[in-house]
């Protein structure tokens, strides 16, 4: 019989405690008459299961393990575990928090349920998207690397072709060379053959003389020995030897052409945060006018590079041109100066998530750490020089450098003194960077792209963290004085790109996926280096006064 019509129980609704209840929220485990079930359903936060109430699911009570008898109806808050009513009388639960274990079971059901629409909604699809991505990479996986393959093979065959056209013209060149010494032997024998058939006939008839013993033969025999004495000239002719030279296996390579090895980035799975955390990040509109608010005497001489890195707000790292890094105030008070170990200048700066300095040394080939005033190699490199630095969000080093012979130009990350990445070449094998020793100032952006000011290819190389070509920014297509040479380089919390461009006495602002923005003038004089504080205000060294200006910009 259905519970609604047993004369004996009148089962009310658990909201207005008058009317009799019709429905079941599985979700709040609540009873609901005919009118509170559309209050009840107006709170859209929570997915509520409305159902007929004799359609409810029936609640499976846990017994007590001390009363066998009894239900376990009731939770105790201290002890974290559900109890009998016996239970919740006893001494042993004195004092605690007792509460009804529906109004707990109804907490639980609701963070169950968050935790099930999570997954469905967010978690689940992220899974099935990146198992997606890696079976259409294992599609074209196939594809790619027969492309590759024939590349190769092509390659070959025109070196293939190449090597025996060269071949044939040496075996031509032999021929030629053979025809020649035998024609050259040829004329020698047929100039002594007819001497021979003389002397031949000379002496049979000095043999018929001397037979004869006859007076007037004898005493008319004039001799022409000493016509015969001077021999013919004899012709020697040097079988030339073939200097082969030994294959250089390198040059073959290079011949070949270069494929760059497989990088493979396990890269850390991005943890997603809580419905509840996901928000954006804030939002810093640019000035319309940027606002300098200080300038700072570095101290060193004017027309100087120079670099320049935020230790906080208050404190700015420098170097210029000579052995000595400075640590200044917004006073331009002088803090701490530390001078390189070898000597030299140093070529470039970056502090260090710990806030310690590392700074580049081109002559020993060098990257260097300063920790508590003291200074340790960290890494010395061989056939390459360092160029700049800087100080990833993972406490990584991003470091640019040039080869001996300044024909190759890269970008390595180092975690410590372990390689962790070469960045050199785009996807069709060409650089991605110019050669020499120009300057290539760099910074990672807050989407983890790697941005590189390339001042010699007159571009900004911006890579994502695979290493993966991005984008290139020439510069702005407005009016402009002198062509676009970018030096220094920072990013801030916006992802902006801010890059130095001396010529043009300007900055200009880019977002992350490189289009242009708006320009900083603020009266800039040759700016150079580039850095931005932990709340995005902006350094910049100037390589006309040696200053260091100071400008907010968001």
């Known amino acids: ?3 609604l019509r047993k004369a004996q129980i009148i089962l009310l609704c658990d909201l207005c405690k008058t009317a009799h209840l019709q429905s079941h929220c599985e979700r709040c485990d609540i009873n609901l008459c005919q009118t509170c ?13 409305v159902v007929p109430y004799k359609y409810r699911k029936s609640l499976n009570y846990s017994k007590c ?13 201290k002890c974290d575990i559900p109890v009998c009513s016996t239970c919740a009388s006893s001494s042993k639960h004195e004092g605690h928090d007792i509460s009804d274990i529906l109004e707990k079971l109804s907490a639980k059901t609701e963070s169950l349920q968050k935790d099930l629409d999570e997954l469905e909604t967010r978690i689940y699809p992220r899974y099935e998207e990146m198992a997606s991505d890696v079976q259409t990479e294992k599609f074209e996986l196939e594809t790619n690397y027969r492309k590759l393959t024939t590349i190769a093979d092509q390659q070959g065959e025109i070196l293939h072709r190449e090597i025996t056209a060269i071949v044939n013209q040496r075996k031509s060149d032999i021929q030629e060379m053979k025809n020649k010494h035998l024609s050259t032997l040829n004329k020698n024998t047929d100039e002594i053959t007819p001497k021979m058939a003389e002397l031949k006939q000379i002496m ?15 005493s008319t025999y004039k001799s022409r020995n000493s016509e015969f004495r001077t021999l013919p000239p004899k012709v020697r002719v040097t ?11 390198d ?37 319309d006018e940027p606002r300098l608010t200080a300038t700072i005497d570095t101290g060193y001489k004017s027309y100087t590079p120079s670099s320049v890195s935020c230790l906080s707000e208050y404190q700015v790292w420098t170097c210029g041109t000579n052995k000595t890094m400075k640590l200044l105030n917004l006073q331009g008070k002088l803090l701490t100066s530390i001078k390189t170990k070898s000597g030299n200048e140093p070529r470039d700066i970056a502090v260090t998530r710990d806030g310690d300095l590392i700074y580049t040394d081109p002559g020993k080939r060098t990257l260097n750490l300063i920790k508590n005033k003291k200074i340790q190699t960290v890494i010395t490199l061989q056939g390459w020089v360092p160029l700049n630095v800087c100080s990833t ?24 003194s372990t390689k962790k990445q070469s960045i050199q070449f785009d996807d069709q094998g060409r650089p991605l960077y110019s050669s020499g020793y120009n300057y ?11 941005c590189v000011a390339d001042c010699e290819a007159s571009a900004v190389v911006v890579v994502n963290q695979s290493g993966k070509l991005r984008f290139k920014y020439t510069g702005h297509p407005s009016n402009t004085k002198q062509s676009f040479y970018p030096v220094g380089i920072t990013t801030d919390s916006q992802s902006h790109i801010l890059t130095a461009d001396p010529d043009n006495h300007r900055i200009h602002i880019l977002d992350q996926d490189g289009q242009f923005l708006r320009y900083i003038h603020c009266h800039l004089r040759d700016p150079w280096g580039l850095c931005v504080d932990i709340i995005d205000n902006l350094f910049v060294a100037e390589y006309h006064t040696a200053k260091m200006k100071k400008i907010q910009y968001l």
Do not use: W
Not at 204 to 218: G, P
Not at 239 to 249: L, M
């Open 1 to 3: 019989m259905d519970p």
């Open 37 to 49: 079930v559309g209050k009840h359903l107006s709170d859209s936060s929570i997915r509520h299961q």
């Open 65 to 77: 393990p001390d009363h066998a008898d009894e239900l376990c109806k009731h939770y105790c808050e």
């Open 204 to 218: 049979s008839d000095l043999k018929s003389i001397l037979k004869s013993n006859d007076v007037s033969l004898t």
């Open 239 to 249: 079988v030339p030897r073939y200097s082969a030279q030994k294959i250089n296996k």
């Open 251 to 287: 040059q073959l390579n290079e011949m070949f052409g270069f494929l760059p090895p497989l990088y493979i980035n396990t890269e850390h799975g991005d943890t997603m945060k809580s419905a509840e955390a996901v928000s954006s990040p804030p939002v810093k509109p640019l000035l």
């Open 393 to 416: 969000a993972s406490d990584d080093l991003l470091v640019t450098m040039v080869s001996d012979d300044e024909t190759q130009s890269k970008v390595v990350r180092y975690s410590g």
């Open 440 to 450: 290539k100032y760099l910074s990672e952006n807050s989407n983890l792209d790697i």
